[in-house]
C-alpha cells in the first residue's frame, strides 16, 4: 500500500515539473515573438505605395512619359506629391525621395541627405503604358528626419470660436445688416454666422417727394389726410409731421410710414401750413441734407382748399 502511495506522488511530482518546464518555454517563446520592427513596416509600406503607383494608369503613364520630373517637387511632380501626402499621414518624423531610373541603372536619391545610418528604399519596374513601351525603374528611399529637420505642425497659435478658417464673402445688406457664414474645422469648433452693421454710406441728400394732401369727400371736408414718398436709402433717418409749425408725429425712416390723418382739433377756420420733415439720425454730417415739403390747408365754411 505504501509503495503504491509513493508511485503516485512521483507522478503527482513528474506533472508539476513538466508543467513548470512547458509554462517556461511558453515564456520563453512569447518573449522572443516581436512585432515586425520599423524598418520592415516602412519596407512594407514602400511595396505597397509602389504597387499602387504601378497599377495606377495615370502615375503609371507619368513615370513612363515624364521620368526627368515626376519625382521633383520643384516642377510638380506628381510622384513626389502623392508619396510625399502618403508619408506625412502614415510615417510623420521621416524624410523621403524618389527616382526614375533605366532598368539597368544605379539609381539614388536626387538629393541625397547628410550621412543617415538608416536608409530604406524599395523599388519597382514600371513596365508600359497602352501608347508606350519604354520600361523605367521607380525607386522610393525613406529616412528618419532629426528632430532639427521636422517641420512643426501647422497648429494655429489659439483654437477658439474667434479663430476663422474659412469664411463666406459678406451678405448684401438686410434692415441695415450684413451676415457672413465662417467655418473652423481646423480647431472643430462649430460653423457660426458673424453680423455687422452695414458700411453704407451717407446719401447726397434725404428726399421727401409726392407730397399731398387731401379731405373726404367731394367737395372735401374734414378730416385731412396727407400722403408722400420717403427716400429711397439703407441710411437710418426720421420723418415728423407738424401742423403749423407743431409736430404731431415722428417716425424712424425704416417703419416706412408714408401717411397720417390730421386730427380734426388741429384744422379749424383758416390756412394751415402743413410740414412733412425728413431728418438724419445717423451723423451730423447729413443733418442739412434733410427736406421739408410743404403743404397749405384753407378751411372755409366747412369746405377744404389745398395747395402742395
Same mark, same amino acid.
Given at each position: ?32 515573438? =516581436? ?114 529637420? =521636422? ?68 367737395? =372735401? ?88
Amino acid at each position: 500500500m505504501k509503495k503504491a502511495k509513493k508511485g503516485w506522488l512521483k507522478i503527482f511530482e513528474a506533472s508539476i515539473s513538466i508543467t513548470l518546464i512547458m509554462g517556461f518555454i511558453v515564456l520563453v517563446y512569447a518573449q522572443n515573438i =516581436q512585432r515586425p520592427s520599423q524598418s520592415e513596416s516602412l519596407l512594407r509600406w514602400e511595396e505597397s505605395v509602389l504597387d499602387e503607383v504601378k497599377s495606377d494608369p495615370v502615375l503609371r503613364d507619368a513615370v513612363i512619359n515624364t521620368p526627368d520630373i515626376v519625382c521633383d517637387p520643384e516642377q510638380g511632380g506628381g510622384i513626389y506629391d502623392y508619396v510625399r501626402d502618403k508619408i506625412i499621414k502614415n510615417f510623420p518624423g521621416f524624410g523621403f525621395s524618389c527616382r526614375v531610373c533605366d532598368i539597368d541603372e544605379a539609381c539614388g536619391p536626387i538629393d541625397p541627405p547628410d550621412y543617415r545610418p538608416e536608409i530604406y528604399s524599395e523599388e519597382r519596374i514600371i513596365s508600359s503604358t497602352l501608347t508606350k513601351f519604354a520600361p523605367k525603374k521607380l525607386k522610393i528611399f525613406v529616412w528618419p528626419l532629426e528632430p532639427e529637420e =521636422q517641420e512643426p505642425e501647422d497648429v494655429p497659435d489659439a483654437c477658439s470660436p474667434n479663430y476663422l478658417e474659412d469664411c463666406d464673402d459678406w451678405s448684401a445688406c438686410v434692415n441695415g445688416k450684413e451676415t457672413r457664414l465662417c467655418r473652423d474645422s481646423a480647431c472643430n469648433e462649430p460653423a457660426r454666422t458673424d453680423t455687422r452693421d452695414c458700411e453704407v454710406a451717407p446719401p447726397e441728400e434725404l428726399v421727401i417727394t409726392d407730397l399731398g394732401c387731401k379731405g373726404s369727400g367731394s367737395p =372735401q371736408q374734414l378730416p385731412i389726410v396727407c400722403n408722400w414718398v420717403n427716400p429711397t436709402t439703407t441710411f437710418k433717418y426720421s420723418v415728423s409731421f407738424a401742423v403749423d409749425g407743431t409736430v404731431l408725429q415722428t417716425w424712424p425712416g425704416n417703419e416706412n410710414v408714408a401717411s397720417y390723418s390730421i386730427p380734426q382739433g388741429n384744422t379749424g377756420e383758416g390756412s394751415h401750413s402743413i410740414n412733412v420733415k425728413v431728418s438724419d439720425v445717423e451723423g451730423a454730417e447729413v443733418t442739412d441734407k434733410g427736406q421739408t415739403k410743404t403743404c397749405t390747408v384753407t378751411l372755409m365754411a366747412g369746405q377744404l382748399y389745398t395747395s402742395c
